[in-house]
């Protein structure tokens, strides 16, 4: 099974700021992470998948990188719409999330 | 445009069966590459993937829970189902459904929570 460290595990930002969230697998995930974005009460939606592509609707503003066993997402310029709970997932063997991100205004 | 939409008991017992259905629209789960997966989120929890199913009927199951799930799917009326038995409180959670076409879990049903209680 392959396992999906994310951190930190919330996140305080002020709106304009650059926030970044990392996944660690356990193992070489080979590129194939998606991230998520979950507002409370709502279905999560995909914003990254292949560790970089952006979703059709999914701002500039996010971002992803990484490659082997580490990875990261990041929101340049926060915005208040973007305060939410993020979650990456590893989808090169089976599925798994990582723990989440909440990212809060500061 | 994708849609897709959880269905369920709302409240079971402990040790009873858990059934449910996904219905959807948009895509048909007999055409290569469409899978339908079902993931689990216990209330201010994280994500857990449960199962899915493929267009050509190949299964795959989250390991830890592996002997309690059974997905299965109708294709000629766009459903897909998710069966887990020996329901305990620690089940209790929103279940979703989930579409991977290119993209895994690109589109969400609403979900629909389950309870465990006596």
């Known amino acids: 099974d392959i396992q999906m460290t994310q951190s930190p595990p919330s996140l305080s930002a002020s709106l304009g700021d650059k926030v970044t969230i990392t996944c660690q697998a356990s193992q070489n995930i080979n590129k194939y992470i998606a991230w998520y974005q979950q507002k409370p009460g709502k279905a999560p939606r995909l914003l990254i998948r292949?560790?970089?592509t952006l979703e059709s609707g999914t701002p500039s503003r996010f971002s992803g990188s990484g490659s082997g066993r580490d990875y990261s997402f990041s929101i340049s310029n926060v915005e208040s719409e973007d305060i939410a709970s993020y979650y990456c997932l590893q989808y090169v063997n089976l599925y798994t999330f990582g723990a989440g991100t909440k990212l809060e205004l500061k | 445009q994708v849609t897709l939409k959880e269905s369920g008991p709302g409240i079971l017992q402990p040790s009873q069966a858990l059934s449910l259905t996904c219905t959807f629209s948009?895509?048909?789960?007999?055409?290569?590459?469409?899978?339908v997966s079902w993931i689990r989120q216990p209330s201010g929890k994280g994500l857990e993937w449960l199962a899915t199913?493929?267009?050509?009927?190949?299964?795959y199951y989250n390991p830890s829970l592996k002997s309690r799930l059974t997905v299965s799917k109708d294709t000629s009326n766009n459903q897909a189902f998710l069966k887990i038995t020996s329901m305990d409180s620690a089940d209790t959670a929103t279940y979703y459904c989930a579409w991977t076409s290119r993209a895994p879990f690109a589109y969400w049903g609403q979900g629909t929570l389950v309870t465990v209680s006596s």
């Open positions: 292949y560790t970089s």
């Open positions: 948009g895509f048909s789960l007999s055409t290569y590459g469409m899978r």
């Open positions: 199913i493929d267009w050509d009927d190949d299964k």
